[in-house]
T-cell receptor, first 113, second 113 residues
Framework: GENVEQHPSTLSVQEGDSAVIKCTYS??????FPWYKQELGKRPQLIID?????GEKKDQRIAVTLNKTAKHFSLHITETQPEDSAVYFC????????????FGGGTRVLVKP | KAGVTQTPRYLIKTRGQQVTLSCSPI?????VSWYQQTPGQGLQFLFE???????NKGNFPGRFSGRQFSNSRSEMNVSTLELGDSALYLC????????????FGNGTRLTVT
């Protein structure tokens, strides 16, 4: 089955700096890669996703890149703010199998003011 | 539009008992998935239901089961509870198309004593 590894497990950045989280996946058939943000005590919320026919996608301060050859994808947050502090999860899915997401272990991001 | 609703929010059960969790998806969503979240194992896929049929299943023992009703609402049942079943159980709904985004509920926090 699919395996997703996520690094780093914790990330501390100064407000205004950039944060990068990297994930690798094992199943070359995976074609959908969402990112979720989970604040303490709250539900995971989808912040951005990318499909395998696209190499990069941006939404304001957030961007995701995908390298299908190397089987890795990354989340980039620019101009970090204290409200970006949360746990971020990457995930991978193979669409033909319905909606079964395999999640990475999560990255706890702390933005220091 | 109302989000995904899970009930109850908190449950305390004793080893050996059984429990039923409920999930009401976003209106119009036909797929409901269940995930278990623990500090040690992260987010793990339990199963997905689409049009009242189990479409995907994760690697959990048969004590974990679910069903979906004709109105897309879903229930998850865990029998013969073990201490290790203590976790946050998250339900997510989607339109059901291949790789359609998942929207999570706030979860049910299950504690087994």
């Amino acid at each position: 089955g699919e395996n997703v590894e996520q690094h780093p497990s914790t990330l501390s950045v100064q407000e205004g700096d950039s944060a990068v989280i990297k994930c690798t996946y094992s199943d070359s058939a995976s074609n959908y890669f969402p990112w979720y943000k989970q604040e303490l005590g709250k539900r995971p919320q989808l912040i951005i996703d990318i499909r395998s026919n696209v190499g990069e996608k941006k939404d304001q301060r957030i961007a995701v890149t995908l390298n299908k050859t190397a089987k890795h994808f990354s989340l980039h947050i620019t101009e970090t703010q204290p409200e970006d502090s949360a746990v971020y999860f990457c995930a991978a899915s193979w669409g033909a199998a319905g909606n079964k997401l395999t999640f990475g272990g999560g990255t706890r991001v702390l933005v220091k003011p | 539009k109302a989000g995904v609703t899970q009930t109850p929010r908190y449950l305390i059960k004793t080893r050996g008992q059984q429990v039923t969790l409920s999930c009401s998806p976003i209106s119009g969503h036909r797929s409901v998935s269940w995930y278990q979240q623990t500090p040690g194992q992260g987010l793990q896929f339990l199963f997905e239901y689409f049009s009242e049929t189990q479409r995907n299943k994760g690697n959990f023992p048969g004590r974990f089961s679910g069903r979906q009703f004709s109105n897309s609402r879903s229930e998850m049942n865990v029998s013969t509870l073990e201490l290790g079943d203590s976790a946050l159980y998250l339900c997510a709904s989607s339109l059901g198309d291949s790789n359609s985004p998942l929207h999570f509920g706030n979860g049910t926090r299950l504690t087994v004593t």
